[in-house]
Nanobody
Framework: QVQLVESGGGLVQAGGSLRLSCAAS????????MGWFRQAPGKEREFVGTINWSGGSTYYADSVKGRFTISRDYAKNTMYLQMNSLKPEDTAVYYCACSRHGGAGTSETMYSYWGQGTQVTVSS
Protein backbone atom coordinates (compact mmCIF):
# COMPACT_ATOMS: atom_id res chain seq x y z
CA GLN A 1 0.00 0.00 0.00
CA VAL A 2 1.03 3.57 -0.65
CA GLN A 3 -0.42 6.50 1.25
CA LEU A 4 -0.39 9.91 -0.41
CA VAL A 5 -0.95 13.27 1.26
CA GLU A 6 -1.16 16.49 -0.74
CA SER A 7 -0.41 19.94 0.64
CA GLY A 8 0.30 23.44 -0.57
CA GLY A 9 -3.06 24.42 -1.96
CA GLY A 10 -4.62 27.79 -1.30
CA LEU A 11 -5.91 31.03 -2.74
CA VAL A 12 -3.76 32.94 -5.22
CA GLN A 13 -4.34 35.77 -7.68
CA ALA A 14 -4.21 35.20 -11.40
CA GLY A 15 -0.64 35.27 -12.61
CA GLY A 16 0.67 33.98 -9.31
CA SER A 17 2.38 30.72 -8.37
CA LEU A 18 1.85 27.82 -6.02
CA ARG A 19 3.79 24.64 -5.32
CA LEU A 20 1.88 21.54 -4.37
CA SER A 21 3.53 18.66 -2.55
CA CYS A 22 2.57 15.01 -2.45
CA ALA A 23 4.20 13.04 0.35
CA ALA A 24 4.23 9.27 -0.08
CA SER A 25 4.53 6.67 2.65
CA UNK A 26 4.18 2.93 2.83
CA UNK A 27 5.81 1.11 -0.02
CA UNK A 28 8.71 2.84 -1.69
CA UNK A 29 7.58 4.95 -4.58
CA UNK A 30 10.95 4.84 -6.30
CA UNK A 31 9.84 2.31 -8.90
CA UNK A 32 6.52 3.88 -9.80
CA UNK A 33 5.26 6.62 -12.01
CA MET A 34 3.20 9.34 -10.38
CA GLY A 35 0.75 11.90 -11.63
CA TRP A 36 -1.40 14.91 -10.87
CA PHE A 37 -5.07 15.24 -11.69
CA ARG A 38 -7.60 17.96 -10.93
CA GLN A 39 -11.34 18.32 -10.65
CA ALA A 40 -13.13 21.62 -11.05
CA PRO A 41 -16.65 22.13 -9.69
CA GLY A 42 -19.22 20.41 -11.88
CA LYS A 43 -16.58 18.82 -14.10
CA GLU A 44 -14.96 15.45 -14.52
CA ARG A 45 -11.55 14.84 -13.01
CA GLU A 46 -8.87 15.52 -15.62
CA PHE A 47 -5.23 14.69 -16.16
CA VAL A 48 -2.66 17.39 -15.40
CA GLY A 49 0.71 15.70 -15.73
CA THR A 50 2.80 12.64 -14.99
CA ILE A 51 6.41 11.78 -14.14
CA ASN A 52 8.02 8.39 -14.70
CA TRP A 53 9.79 6.27 -12.11
CA SER A 54 13.20 7.82 -12.68
CA GLY A 55 12.02 11.40 -12.93
CA GLY A 56 13.58 11.56 -16.35
CA SER A 57 10.37 11.84 -18.29
CA THR A 58 7.35 14.06 -17.80
CA TYR A 59 4.21 14.66 -19.79
CA TYR A 60 1.62 17.40 -19.40
CA ALA A 61 -1.86 18.25 -20.51
CA ASP A 62 -1.90 20.95 -23.17
CA SER A 63 -3.76 23.28 -20.85
CA VAL A 64 -0.84 23.45 -18.39
CA LYS A 65 2.15 22.84 -20.64
CA GLY A 66 4.79 25.50 -20.19
CA ARG A 67 3.26 26.71 -16.92
CA PHE A 68 3.34 23.63 -14.64
CA THR A 69 6.35 21.47 -13.76
CA ILE A 70 6.38 18.11 -11.99
CA SER A 71 9.41 16.92 -10.07
CA ARG A 72 10.16 14.33 -7.42
CA ASP A 73 12.57 14.10 -4.48
CA TYR A 74 13.39 10.47 -3.69
CA ALA A 75 15.12 11.28 -0.42
CA LYS A 76 11.91 12.88 0.81
CA ASN A 77 9.52 10.48 -0.93
CA THR A 78 7.76 13.55 -2.26
CA MET A 79 6.46 14.69 -5.62
CA TYR A 80 5.90 18.34 -6.46
CA LEU A 81 3.75 20.35 -8.83
CA GLN A 82 5.11 23.82 -9.46
CA MET A 83 2.33 25.97 -10.91
CA ASN A 84 3.20 29.32 -12.48
CA SER A 85 1.15 31.90 -14.36
CA LEU A 86 -1.99 30.58 -12.75
CA LYS A 87 -5.34 31.31 -14.35
CA PRO A 88 -8.86 31.28 -12.88
CA GLU A 89 -9.57 28.17 -14.95
CA ASP A 90 -6.90 26.33 -12.96
CA THR A 91 -9.21 26.47 -9.94
CA ALA A 92 -9.85 22.88 -8.84
CA VAL A 93 -9.13 20.23 -6.28
CA TYR A 94 -5.76 18.76 -7.17
CA TYR A 95 -5.05 15.09 -6.56
CA CYS A 96 -1.78 13.21 -6.69
CA ALA A 97 -1.72 9.59 -7.73
CA CYS A 98 0.74 6.72 -7.85
CA SER A 99 0.88 3.99 -10.46
CA ARG A 100 2.08 0.43 -10.02
CA HIS A 101 4.20 0.80 -13.12
CA GLY A 102 7.34 2.66 -14.02
CA GLY A 103 5.55 4.70 -16.60
CA ALA A 104 1.97 5.84 -16.66
CA GLY A 105 -0.21 7.76 -18.99
CA THR A 106 -3.12 10.11 -18.85
CA SER A 107 -5.84 7.72 -17.79
CA GLU A 108 -6.97 7.48 -14.18
CA THR A 109 -7.17 3.72 -14.56
CA MET A 110 -3.38 3.53 -14.71
CA TYR A 111 -3.06 4.84 -11.15
CA SER A 112 -3.75 2.67 -8.13
CA TYR A 113 -3.26 5.02 -5.20
CA TRP A 114 -4.75 8.46 -4.65
CA GLY A 115 -4.42 11.30 -2.19
CA GLN A 116 -7.33 13.13 -0.62
CA GLY A 117 -6.86 16.28 -2.70
CA THR A 118 -5.96 19.89 -2.01
CA GLN A 119 -7.95 22.93 -3.09
CA VAL A 120 -6.42 25.51 -5.40
CA THR A 121 -8.40 28.68 -6.03
CA VAL A 122 -7.21 31.31 -8.49
CA SER A 123 -8.94 34.68 -8.31
CA SER A 124 -9.22 37.02 -11.27
Amino acid sequence: QVQLVESGGGLVQAGGSLRLSCAASGRTFYNYAMGWFRQAPGKEREFVGTINWSGGSTYYADSVKGRFTISRDYAKNTMYLQMNSLKPEDTAVYYCACSRHGGAGTSETMYSYWGQGTQVTVSS
